[in-house]
């Protein structure tokens, strides 16, 4: 059994619109001009990376914006660009939601149960809501298609639909959710980590215990191997939105910040009980302010087709001493990370997401592999035509200003017809 990385591909409308409440580099880069081609590219170049390491690679597109048919549920009629322009003149903020590329993101596409632990035996894919913020709440219907289109194979895949999207069941997705096990084969143990809306903050708690409950019962997970985990209320109001910022886990290690958890020992206790050579490494003397700038703990957590595992680091933690010094101590340490890997993914980085949340990670074995749609997977001539498709049609830069044009509108819907004729 192997686990496949589908990365999101940045779209053509990428801009720093400073949407997301709670990220601290999406607020602070607000209205400054994107590079959405350079920003695929880059993306693109990390999928090479991994392909590179010779790890399975996927990839999934984003869906067609600006999401003119969202804006339509909102009482704005006629043909696309006369709804456009008429949400540009009344509702600035609302046309800016509609514009996000934040799909790219795809590590909040939903959460991913690995068929050794669900009770039929099959993958389950339970695709996020994303209640908590409306621009991403726009992707949950099209990322549900998305995901039904991919895996398309019922008896290897069991594709969920959304949670209904209410405050009570915000779900985020496989952001909030770590697998932990001997091998990618192995029975695992789920640890769902949520955060609490009644403790307040400055920042919202995204992930909700009820949700994460949900998914739970939605794939047939064992209780005994099912954990929850509250989010430290420090790490969010630091700027950890996701427990992706704070934690990443891979097989039988767990890579944290020492305030990930807000009862770390409890946790690790009930977790080595289940699975006795599991390795907890924290990284003292990295703050949380070091942690969530870096997106140290933001990187890929994979296995090396060679035995070991790798991390992939975005170029920022290599620039930071605190979080180069902890990725130091952590391949000197007694553990089966050997490896650190930069990729610059800076574009998605000013909009607050790293290596890790580009991705979603799927556990298959060879007829679950065969059960994936061919075209989503990544070959050197489908990397090559993606990278064509980009440098020929996306954007080379937008500011605040381009997202009210019509040359824009028009310019992403064809971005968007080149990569599905791509696609094929």
Known sequence: MIEVNFDGLPGPTHNYAGLSVGN???????????????????????MRTAMELGLTQGFLPPPLRPAADALRGFGFSGADDEVLAAAAEQDLALLRAACSASSMWRANAATVLAAPDTGDGRTHLVTA?????????????????????????????AVHGPLA????FGDEGAANHMRLAASHGAPG???????????GGAFPERQSLRASQAVARLSGLAGERTFYALQNE??????????????????????????????????????????????????????LEDAVSSYLFNSQLVSLPGGGMALILPSDAQEN?????????????????????????????RNGGGP???????????????????????DDARWTSLAKVVVSYWPEQIAPGDLVKPELWAQARE??????AVIG
């Open 321 to 349: 001493a605190a979080a180069w010094a902890a990725v130091e101590a952590v391949l000197a340490g007694d553990n089966p990370i050997e490896r650190a890997v930069v990729v610059d993914v800076r574009e998605s980085m």
């Open 24 to 46: 601290v580099a999406s607020q602070s880069h607000f209205g400054e001009v994107s590079y959405p081609r350079a920003a695929a590219l880059q993306g693109l170049a990390k």
């Open 165 to 168: 999207s209410a405050r009570h």
């Open 356 to 378: 890790a949340c580009l991705r979603l990670r799927v556990p298959v074995d060879g007829p679950g592999l065969a059960g994936i749609d061919p075209r989503f997977i990544l």
């Open 189 to 199: 143990l789920n640890v769902f980590v949520h955060g609490e809306a009644s403790r």
């Open 234 to 287: 420090a790490a969010v109001q630091a700027g950890a939105f996701h427990n992706d910022v704070v934690a990443v886990a891979n097989q039988n290690v767990l890579l944290a910040h020492p305030q990930a958890f807000a009862d770390p020992a409890r946790l690790y206790r009930e977790l080595r009980a289940r699975l006795p050579n599991l390795h907890v490494v924290e990284t003292f003397g990295v703050s």
């Open 415 to 420: 971005a968007h017809a080149a990569l599905e």
């Open 129 to 157: 809501n994303l209640a908590g913020m409306l621009h991403r709440s726009f992707e949950a219907a099209e990322t549900f298609a998305l995901l039904r289109r991919v895996f398309a194979s019922e008896d290897r895949f």
